[in-house]
């Protein structure tokens, strides 16, 4: 490892150990680092919590440049310290929404059964709201329209129905109370991200002119915009 990439590395063990004990109480609860990014606007403002509209679907690229991911504020408390496991087995612990009220999330926007995700031409997954949420069992769920997987983004995007294999990838976040500012900080997985870079390896050389380029990690800063902006045609199941 290069000194600059354990410097960030040590950077983000420490803000996640400081904010999250846990992870160092037992070797199954430990999430993959990567170098801390502050989400920010277009204009390169930081994103306030009280910026996001709730259930309004967000996204941000994070932790790699291709690597799309949903932010979302459910405008209640999450559940906390929700025990899931991947697909391949591993057990993990995610913690839950953060921000004052604790119902800000994010998870990468990447169906865990065939990889669905966003792209700037058409989108068949993300997180619906509906006004009759005792009438819709998708209701405030992230779904994918391919094959109907959905997933409880107040419980760590756990499978709720459908094909998935395994919950959507969780994104750490860390909220800084003081600067009122909202930081991404890891991944609770690496398996579907591997999963993505393999299956479309060939059509990410093609987008970014090399896979080293498409797999750069994010650095300093990453920009959120509304879904509506990131796809032309966000198509609804
Ligand atoms: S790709 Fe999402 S349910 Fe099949």
Redesign the pocket.
Request: charge should be neutral; aromatic fraction near 12%; hydrophobic fraction near 30%.
């Given at each position: 490892m290069k000194r600059r990439d354990f410097v960030k590395a040590c950077a983000a063990t420490a803000i996640l150990v400081h904010h999250n004990p846990m992870l160092l109480a037992n070797d199954r609860n430990r999430s993959h680092l990567h170098e801390p990014v502050r989400l920010v606007d277009f204009e390169g403002n930081p994103i306030r919590p009280g910026d996001l509209q709730p259930h309004v679907n967000y996204v941000f690229r994070y932790p790699y440049e291709c690597t799309p991911c949903f932010l979302l504020d459910l405008n209640r408390p999450t559940e906390a310290n929700v025990r899931l496991k991947t697909e391949n087995g591993a057990d993990y612990v995610w913690r839950g929404g953060v921000g004052p009220k604790r119902s800000i999330v994010a998870y990468a926007a990447i169906?865990?059964?065939?990889?669905?995700h966003p792209t700037e031409h058409v989108n068949?997954?993300a997180y619906r709201q509906s006004r009759n949420p005792e009438a819709d069992p998708a209701a405030n769920r992230i779904v994918?329209?391919?094959?109907?997987?959905s997933y409880d983004p107040a419980r760590g995007a756990a499978v709720t129905s459908?094909?998935?294999p395994s919950p959507l990838t969780g994104i750490l976040l860390d909220y800084d109370e003081e600067a009122d500012e909202i930081h991404a900080v890891g991944i609770t997985s690496e398996d579907i991200l591997d999963r993505f870079f393999d299956h479309f390896e060939m059509q990410l050389e093609l987008s970014y002119g090399s896979l080293a380029k498409a797999r750069a990690p994010v650095s300093g800063t990453a920009t959120v915009v509304p879904l509506d902006e990131y796809t032309g045609n966000d198509m609804p199941c």
């Open positions: 169906c865990t059964h065939r990889l669905t068949f997954i994918c329209c391919m094959e109907y997987s459908g094909p998935a």
